[in-house]
């Protein structure tokens, strides 16, 4: 018997998972192997209204893998991020206007961690207008390239920055902010990640800077126009939270963005990160 009731959202990304009861999500190791399945089918399952409580939020990550901690004392739940413009509730709010840009999650590491495997979100409280939440379909983008272009992109490299993510959201950083983003290493990797699954996507978005031995112009046109193909309508499934919605997605194979919402907006998502274990190469 199907554990999961899965209706798909669009051709191409996304799933909504209906009648799951929110502790056996938390409590059951059969139903999180099913959406860790089911992920690797659709990129995206969106649980509609589920009401997941933080403690079980958490809980339900671990039987996906290891949890990140590595921001935890913004929530009073270990694991927890609130993902919020209210400084009062996140110290570190002003980074993730950069979020509002289309990414993928842990490009530009402290060391050369893994990115994230999965993130969940859970809406707290939501935006009266925009803060809706974009997926697109990073494997779907690589398939739909020639043979030719799978064969060019296919021997591209791209260095990633903090730097090049923050400048889009802050174009005259002070000395200081730029020498706080230039603390955090670059990293180089292909453009296509070719997974342990066989399966390839693209490695593209906000921290994705520059492209090694091209023109530097040239290589970033070439960036842009890649994302803008990655990212056409019909490879993009876009959210609209209600409150308790809770969403998973996998950050390997989608890229993801935040609609712009008011600054003073008291939009919190709730945030657990899964963290990964395959490199991208």
């Not at 649980?47 to 901690?69: M, N, S, T, Y």
């Not at 064969?151 to 802050?170: F, K, P, T």
Request: net charge negative.
């Amino acid at each position: 018997m199907a554990l999961l009731t899965i209706t798909a959202l669009t051709d191409s990304v996304g799933a909504e998972v209906t009648g799951v009861d929110p502790e056996r999500l938390a409590a059951d190791d059969s139903l999180a192997r099913s959406v860790l399945d089911a992920l690797e089918d659709t990129g995206v399952l969106v649980f509609p209204r589920l009401g997941l409580k933080p403690e079980a939020q958490v809980a339900f990550c671990r039987r996906l893998g290891a949890i990140d901690h590595s921001s935890d004392g913004h929530h009073p739940v270990p694991g927890i991020y609130p993902v919020t413009l209210d400084q009062a509730k996140n110290s570190s709010a002003a980074y993730l206007r950069a979020t509002f840009d289309w990414h993928i999650d842990g490009c530009t590491p402290l060391h050369d961690e893994c990115p994230q495997k999965a993130t969940v979100l859970s809406a707290k409280q939501v935006a009266t207008r925009g803060g809706e939440t974009e997926f697109a379909n990073s494997y779907a983008a690589y398939e739909a390239f020639s043979d030719e272009e799978k064969e060019r992109y296919g021997a591209l490299r791209v260095v990633h920055s903090l730097e090049a993510s923050q400048r889009r959201v802050n174009a005259d950083p002070s000395p200081e902010e730029l020498a706080r983003w230039r603390s955090r290493p670059t990293h180089e990797h292909p453009l296509v990640w070719t997974h342990r699954s066989g399966r390839r996507s693209l490695v593209l978005g906000a921290s994705a800077d520059h492209v090694v031995g091209m023109d530097l112009d040239e290589g970033r046109a070439l960036l842009a126009e890649l994302l803008d193909r990655a990212t056409a309508p019909h490879l993009v499934y876009r959210h609209r939270w209600s409150v308790g919605d809770t969403v998973i997605w996998d950050n390997n194979g989608v890229l993801h963005r935040a609609a712009p919402y008011d600054p003073d907006s008291p939009r919190e998502m709730l945030r657990t990160t899964v963290l990964g274990d395959e490199p991208i190469q």
